[in-house]
């Protein structure tokens, strides 16, 4: 783990290639889950502000889903999430030629229709962040959809916390992640040929 100011960022942030590839795995993690996506205060309150923009781009059971239970829930953690539909999609999941997923709040916010709402926990994925008394872990979800990625990102030698970097800042600011970066190339050093994952 490294510590940087007052979070503990778990070491596969650093040593883990990881770059989206979207074409191979077709957005599977906006469909895989028991769960939908975790949400921080405030983010239910800006999603449903713009959800007449984007309504008319989700399934019919999604829209069901939002209309009969709202776009968000709080799950059995007790953590508000994304409202999910048969189980498993998020209900803001929509789908382009060849059966890619992507999501409705990101796609209406690069065509310019609406704010960037997209949650920070889908923004920050495979990052999860723990809150714990005093500090926040910031670890790396690894699965078996991910592996694409992290074969693209050896491929390319992008790190996960490079990749990561726009969401990372976003969360935690400009000098969290600078520090993050220089704590990271000092860590590497010891790797000159590269780490081997």
Request: aromatic share 10%; proline share 6%.
């Amino acid at each position: 783990m490294l510590q940087i100011k007052d979070t503990l960022v778990s070491l596969d942030l650093v040593e883990r290639y990881f770059a989206c590839d979207l074409d191979a795995c077709l957005g599977q993690c906006c469909v895989d889950g028991d769960a939908g996506a975790p949400l921080a205060p405030g983010e239910a309150e800006k999603i449903e502000k713009v959800i007449p923009e984007v309504i008319d781009e989700l399934a019919p059971r999604a829209v069901k889903a939002i209309e009969e239970e709202g776009s968000s829930y709080v799950d059995p953690d007790g953590d508000e999430v994304t409202q999910i539909v048969d189980g498993r999609d998020c209900v803001f999941t929509c789908y382009a030629p060849g059966g890619k997923c992507l999501c409705a709040l990101e796609k209406a916010f690069r065509e310019g229709r609406i704010a960037d709402v997209k949650p920070i926990s889908c923004r920050l994925y495979p990052v999860r962040l723990k809150e714990y008394s005093g500090f926040t872990a910031v670890n790396m979800h690894r699965w078996k959809i991910c592996r694409p990625a992290e074969a693209l990102g050896k491929k390319l030698g992008v790190r996960a916390y490079e990749f990561l970097k726009e969401p990372l800042v976003a969360r935690f600011g400009q000098e969290w992640y600078d520090d993050l970066e220089v704590a990271a190339k000092e860590y590497l050093k010891q790797y000159p040929d590269g780490y081997p994952h």
